[in-house]
């Protein structure tokens, strides 16, 4: 089984400075759809940062599918894709096309594969009729579909979500939430996402959270609301439907990957 695993680590920005993250252990494996909580500096982007590669720990390890970070192995980019809030950061071609094969370019992808991969990752995000297009006509939600286009289109073992749908209106959040989840499904996608909405929460099996650089949460997300007042002073929302289903005195469904879950009895 295909692993993103931390073992205590530690990452400080300079020697002497106070660690951002300290003594940080978990494993997410392929196909765990899990949250990661905590309030503005609690060091969620940074850790993603760490688990993608692109900084290293200053002390223990980030391994990705056994493969230790520190190595600087190209495989590890390739494994985990990162999206970040503002997908704009993210794209980097003229025309559709062009931004989709350029990840796979990189790689030294051959050019039948690489066009090959570029139809069916512009097919399953709706971007098919604008691959010719420039990326400059396209909507804010439609951009941020590229995005994901762009980390989706070198097939990763896991997806890290920094506040991915921050910017996108009910509708196109669904989309992209479906998109994710039938990936998960086909493929064992592993999805890390951060500060997911209330109204996402039900689609995550698994939570973390983090308060002041350390992992003081990790397990199935129903156990994290079962805690309303520890939760509350991590600074983490409880979704309005659970206070709800809690004061009925009912109990909070575990998470179901996207149908929301029946209540439970
Ligand atoms: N390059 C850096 N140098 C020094 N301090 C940094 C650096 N990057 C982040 N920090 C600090 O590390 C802490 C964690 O930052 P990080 O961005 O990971 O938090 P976050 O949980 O993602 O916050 P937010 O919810 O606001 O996005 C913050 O105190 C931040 O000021
Ligand atoms: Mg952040």
Redo the contacts with the bound molecule.
């Keep these: 089984m295909t692993r993103l695993t931390f073992d205590r680590v530690d990452y400080r920005?300079?020697p002497t400075?106070s660690p951002?993250?300290g003594e940080v252990s978990f494993s997410l494996a392929a196909g765990e759809v899990a949250g990661l909580f905590?309030?503005?500096?609690?060091?969620?982007?940074?850790?993603?940062?760490l688990a993608a590669g692109l900084v290293l720990p200053t002390a223990g390890r980030v391994e990705v599918a056994g493969i230790c970070t520190s190595t600087r192995d190209p495989d590890i980019q390739r494994r985990v894709g990162i999206l970040f809030q503002d997908a704009d950061r993210q794209i980097v071609g003229v025309t559709v096309e062009e931004d989709l094969a350029f990840g796979p370019e990189n790689l030294g992808m051959e050019p039948a594969v690489m066009r090959t991969r570029v139809r069916s990752t512009a097919e399953r995000l709706g971007l098919a009729p604008w691959l010719r297009r420039p990326v400059a006509e396209l909507s804010g939600g439609m951009r941020q579909k590229l995005a994901l286009g762009g980390v989706l289109i070198m097939e990763p073992d896991f997806l890290l979500l920094?506040?991915p749908t921050s910017q996108l209106d009910p509708w196109a959040r669904r989309e992209f939430w479906e998109i994710l989840l039938d990936l998960r499904r086909e493929r064992g996608l592993g999805i890390l996402v951060?500060?997911p909405r209330p109204a996402e929460t039900d689609r995550l099996e698994r939570a973390l959270v983090?308060e002041a650089?350390r992992l003081v949460f990790d397990g199935p997300i129903a156990d994290l609301w079962a805690a309303p007042d520890r939760v509350a002073a991590w600074g983490v929302r409880v979704p309005e439907g659970i206070r709800w289903r809690q004061a009925a005195g009912f109990s909070v469904p575990a998470g179901s990957g996207g149908n929301g879950g029946g209540a439970g009895r």
């Design positions: 920005s300079t400075a951002i993250l905590g309030r503005n500096g609690a060091g969620k982007s940074t850790l993603t940062r920094d506040e951060v500060s983090l650089g």
